[in-house]
């Protein structure tokens, strides 16, 4: 991975928006005092949870009123308030009393496949069994679903009994969705307090961008071993090209001795250079490269089709992403994130989890973080949204040496598919997935 700086005049992080571009002891403590400030209050946030697990919106309300009726009926001598106090007191001794004791059930968590395609359906399962010889009363269980919740009731049961609930896990969007763990409540009659006890393991459900099956790049794009040579001339390969006159330095098993003697001068072979194609594709993750988050979702999917059919073609592929430079740092990080190509499924995980931030880096940089770290690059596909200029774009693609095909593929939600040349880059504009396949199609034409 590459890491350099640039000036911090160019941040969008934390600290750019605290202290903008001030240096110095004052803009340091500044962001130090708002750096424990924020640690502080997560940790004061996950307390504040904790407690809230057991005493509910209720159980505090009772509270409040028991210590506010008790205060005022001593105060005042009101009789009335000190008998309804110690009443709500009462109540949450009461209440208590059901949280006491351990009920033993065997719970557990299961998915029938922990990866799909956005908007497939995704099926998970809780199943109770009572290890017991007695019989266990029933149970309310709550199951955590990304930001929701599933809850079911389970009945009473038997010595050796078991009951089971199947819940859907909604994906009409890509993510890495948590699925648990696995808690059962007991709370009293009234909603005063509530007990939760966790019995599974957490889960992870990969929604998979949607991909599509584009054209073989084997041939037209990149030239290698298994298709065509290029057009670059060596003096050492497998692919003859021509033959030319004996320079100083040139290998003498490659003199071609007819030529030689019809001539009367040395003549030795001219080869066609052919090399191992290795496909490059950069996901940027800025913010200001899309105009909307249903372009960055198209983005997703092409970066997966096209690393998906790299791989169906037996090519070296990288796929990388922007990295994000850390909230608090002083300069901006010049790196990127490489997703694993090691088969699809990885692909696909990795992709599952990517998100737009304001503070990675854009395309241009992206680009040359990846053509530095990426070494005999045959071509390289840029996606992006539709907030990139042609400039920006070229500058993208300068960044990749001569002989590098760079394809920049331009996702705007419901545009017309075109394709244009801008100097040496090759620019796909598509608004929908499908017409990766034909926009494709057509630069292989051309």
């Known amino acids: 991975m590459t890491t350099v700086t640039r000036s911090q005049t160019e941040l969008t992080n934390a600290r750019a928006r605290i202290v903008g571009e001030r240096e110095g002891f004052l803009a340091d403590a500044i962001v130090w005092i708002v750096r424990?400030?924020?640690?502080?209050?997560r940790a004061v946030a996950v307390v504040a949870r904790r407690v809230g697990g057991v005493v509910t919106?209720?159980?505090?309300?009772?509270?409040l009123?028991?210590?506010l009726a008790l205060t005022a009926g001593y105060v005042w001598g009101w009789v009335e308030s000190v008998v309804a106090g110690w009443a709500a007191l009462a109540l949450l001794v009461v209440a208590s009393g059901y949280l006491i004791g351990r009920t033993a059930y065997d719970v557990g968590l299961s998915l029938p496949a922990n990866r799909v395609v956005v908007g497939d359906r995704a099926?998970?399962?809780?199943?109770?069994?009572?290890?017991?010889r007695r019989r266990l009363p029933g149970v309310r269980v709550e199951v955590p679903v990304g930001a929701g919740l599933a809850e079911f009731a389970a009945p009473s049961l038997g010595a050796g009994d078991e009951h089971s609930?199947?819940?859907?896990v909604p994906t009409t969007r890509r993510g890495i969705v948590p699925i648990g763990p696995v808690r059962t409540v007991r709370a009293d009659p009234i909603g005063l307090l509530r007990r939760e006890m966790v019995w599974a393991d957490s889960l992870d459900l990969f929604v998979h961008p949607r991909t599509i099956a584009i054209p073989s790049m084997s041939t037209g794009f990149v030239r290698d071993l298994e298709g065509s040579p290029t057009r670059d001339l060596t003096s050492s390969d497998i692919a003859f090209h021509?033959?030319?006159?004996?320079?100083?330095?040139?290998?003498r098993r490659y003199i071609h001795w007819k030529s030689t003697a019809k001539t009367g001068s040395y003549m030795v072979r001219q080869f066609e250079e052919t090399r191992r194609s290795h496909l490059l594709v950069a996901l940027?993750?800025?913010e200001a490269d899309y105009a909307t988050d249903e372009e960055f979702e198209l983005a997703v999917s092409v970066t997966g089709s096209l690393g998906v059919r790299a791989m169906l073609d037996s090519r070296t592929v990288s796929v990388v992403a922007s990295a994000e430079t850390p909230d608090f740092a002083k300069r901006m990080v010049f790196s990127a994130r490489r997703l694993s190509t090691v088969n699809r499924g990885r692909l696909l995980d990795d992709l599952?989890?990517?998100?737009?931030?304001?503070?990675?880096?854009?395309?241009p940089e992206l680009a040359q973080v990846a053509s530095e770290d990426a070494a005999g690059i045959s071509i390289a596909f840029l996606v992006c949204g539709s907030t990139l200029t042609a400039s920006q774009l070229r500058a993208a693609a300068a960044h990749f040496p001569l002989g590098v095909d760079v394809v920049a593929i331009v996702c705007d939600e419901g545009a017309v598919p075109s394709l244009r040349r801008v100097a040496d880059l090759s620019v796909l504009t598509i608004g929908y997935l499908e017409d990766l396949q034909r926009s494709l199609a057509k630069r292989l034409a051309t």
């Open 36 to 41: 424990t400030s924020a640690t502080a209050g």
């Open 57 to 63: 919106a209720l159980g505090w309300s009772v509270l």
């Open 65 to 67: 009123l028991a210590v």
């Open 123 to 132: 099926p998970g399962e809780v199943a109770i069994r009572n290890p017991l």
């Open 165 to 168: 609930d199947v819940f859907v």
């Open 242 to 251: 021509a033959l030319r006159e004996y320079v100083p330095g040139d290998e």
């Open 284 to 286: 940027t993750l800025s």
């Open 352 to 363: 599952s989890g990517v998100e737009l931030t304001d503070a990675a880096l854009r395309l």
